[in-house]
């Protein structure tokens, strides 16, 4: 008994806070006059107790009459519409509230006037009759003057520049107090990943004097750059990769030694170098650079990378027996933001240029001597309205990528029919499409759910020449490639082996698909939300497959799996995956289906 008790005693406070909670659930329904007449706690042995609680539900009500007092601004009509409740309605409190204060959806009366300046208006709602099970309301308003923005101030801020957030800030100073305004705001400086997106705060401190208001934004600065130190395994070989990412970086600070941390920072540039090699036989170096504001008064986002990889049989070069190939690679791009539909709206444009240079490599490709040229134009738009890079609770992205080549084929005026492929692939051709769309749902306190689609499509000009051996795709598995040297893009499928899901030819080689599609659901928890070390366990189903003709594809022919997982982000490492997955359906080759699961890991990357 004196167990029982003790017990009880350690929840009571959520034995209170669930008494409220059933309380404010029959007012949900109508019953406003619902209370708990008793409750009794007893034990039935000694490990179980039982609970009765006594409630007097009281009559049902409805709202009836609602009448606008106080309101020029807007006409009664037009309040009434924003909060979308008729005569005969179930009376429902927090509906009422929802509608009149601060709703999440930003479409209540509160918010209508805020976002026009209005920071000193109020709105009391007031029961004037209860007759029978009906309730009539009147709203009082007080619209008040309209506000102006005197000054904009940031705090906390100990690394970051103060422009750097100045520029993402949508409340300038002259302009009218606007809710959304600030609110967007804060979701802005959380995307920049420079700052804890828990600790953002915003303080308005309004004069009513003057009808002016000085807004304070609060942040607190985390760490932001990043370390990659991984290992990998692929063309059976051990592949190890060390890389640094700087994403605070200031290229105008670099002669102020007293900016260095390590290097200097605070002006919100990014810059990557990255080193991938297993010794003789392969060795991949990255390097990139990102200036966010290009100009420094538009948020145009100017990209420019250089890249370099080398594979071998491991030979000297003064060997005759050597093979080897060359891949030489730099690319440019520019990414705008725009404002129309709105402005979560960006668009990308860059030109690729890649150069294959063989020399009597006999394995992965058509031919063994000779140079192929991969010159490609990217054009993507995509909207973007998550409300922060490392947790997302809701927003989506979506975007649509299309990469192609000029048609050579269709304009040289050559005939391929008898060419070598040495000749054809000279110039590589083709249009490669890609549409993805990811949306993230709060369900209740911090559950997520994660829903994902992809697609893919590789076309070609010319059928004399075929599709290209080149940038096709390779599914499953955990999407790390270890190594590529043909543009091949990597799908991650859980549950199933690397690159398993993929057409093969007829020695049983994978050659990669042209066209794919994947879906992916997952629910999300939390952990723990410290930005030092943020975690987050998930469960998961997906489904997908890779065809290798147009005319196969079948998009609800998939391979689908199941599995759980867990996230950690580390600022010093990035985003950090374990996942183990059950497959469901056979793999390409086999004819029974795994009965056993797999595990995943995984660097850097979401799924």
Do not use: C
Not at 20 to 36: F, P, Q, T, V
Not at 44 to 68: A, L
Not at 231 to 246: H, K, P, W
Request: no cysteine; glycine share 10%; hydrophobic share 30%.
């Amino acid at each position: 008994m004196v167990e029982n008790i003790y017990i009880f005693k350690i929840q009571e406070e959520e034995f209170v806070t669930d008494k409220e909670k059933l309380i404010s659930k029959y007012n949900e329904k109508g019953y406003r006059d619902a209370k708990i007449i008793s409750d009794t706690v007893y034990s039935i042995n000694s490990r179980r107790i039982n609970i009765d609680i006594k409630v007097d539900e009281g009559n049902q009500y409805f709202f009836r009459n609602i009448t606008f007092l106080g309101n020029t601004k807007y006409t009664s009509e037009e309040l009434k519409k924003i909060v979308g409740i008729n005569p005969g309605d179930v009376y429902n409190a927090k509906r009422l509230e929802s509608a009149l204060y601060m709703s999440e959806a930003g479409r209540d009366v509160t918010s209508l006037y805020m976002d026009d300046g209005y920071l000193f208006f109020n709105i009391d709602p007031v029961e004037v009759l209860v007759e029978g099970d009906s309730i009539d309301l009147e709203m009082r308003i007080y619209e008040g003057k309209q506000a102006t923005i005197n000054k904009v101030i940031v705090k906390g801020n100990t690394k970051t520049n103060d422009r750097v957030i100045m520029r993402e800030i949508r409340t300038k100073p002259g302009q009218l107090f606007s809710r959304t305004d600030i609110i967007r705001t804060q979701r802005e400086l959380s995307q920049l990943g420079y700052f804890n997106p828990e600790k953002l705060g915003v303080n308005p401190k309004p004069n009513p004097e003057t009808g002016t208001v000085d807004i304070e934004y609060e942040v607190e600065e985390k760490p932001s750059d990043q370390l990659e130190l991984s290992g990998g395994y692929g063309a059976n070989q051990l592949v190890g990769t060390l890389g640094v990412t700087f994403n605070n970086f200031s290229a105008r600070n670099i002669s102020n030694w007293k900016s260095y941390s390590p290097l200097p920072s605070g002006d919100g540039q990014r810059i990557s170098v990255r080193a991938t090699s297993n010794g003789r036989y392969y060795q991949s170096y990255n390097a990139s650079f990102t200036e966010p504001w290009l100009g420094g008064k538009k948020p145009n986002a100017l990209t420019v990378s250089f890249y370099r990889s080398i594979q071998t049989n491991g030979r000297k070069k003064s060997d005759e027996l050597r093979q080897a190939i060359f891949i030489s690679g730099v690319s440019v791009g520019l990414q705008r933001r725009l404002k129309w539909p709105d402005d979560y709206f960006t668009y990308y444009s860059g030109v690729n240029f890649q150069i294959y240079n063989l020399k009597n490599y006999r394995s992965t490709f058509l031919f063994s001597d000779g140079t192929s040229n991969n010159f490609s134009f990217e054009q993507q738009i995509g909207r973007n309205s998550i409300d922060q890079p490392i947790y997302p609770r809701k927003g989506s992205e979506i975007s649509l990528t299309l990469q192609l080549t000029p048609p050579y084929s269709l304009l040289n005026n050559k005939d391929y029919s008898t060419a070598e492929d040495k000749e054809k692939y000279k110039w590589i051709e083709y249009h490669k499409w890609k549409f993805n769309t990811t949306t993230y749902t709060k369900l209740i306190g911090n559950l997520v759910l994660y829903n994902r689609a992809q697609f893919g499509f590789l076309g070609l000009y010319n059928r004399t020449i075929g599709q290209s051996p080149f940038e096709r795709f390779y599914l499953g598995g955990d999407g790390l490639s270890g190594f590529s040297l043909d543009g091949r893009e990597i799908v991650s499928l859980r549950g199933y082996d690397n690159n398993s899901i993929t057409p093969e030819d007829i020695s049983g080689n994978n050659i990669g698909g042209t066209i794919f599609n994947k879906f992916t659901m997952e629910l999300r928890y939390p952990m723990s939300l410290n930005p030092s070390a943020t975690i987050y366990g998930l469960a998961f189903v997906e489904g997908g497959n890779n065809w290798l003709k147009f005319k196969e594809y079948s998009p609800f022919n998939i391979k689908r799996s199941a599995g759980v997982g867990i996230r950690i982000f580390l600022p010093m490492f990035g985003l950090l995956g374990l996942d183990y997955g059950w497959p469901f359906d056979t793999q390409p080759g086999s004819t029974e289906v795994s009965k056993t699961g797999q595990f995943h890991f995984t660097i850097g990357q979401q799924f």
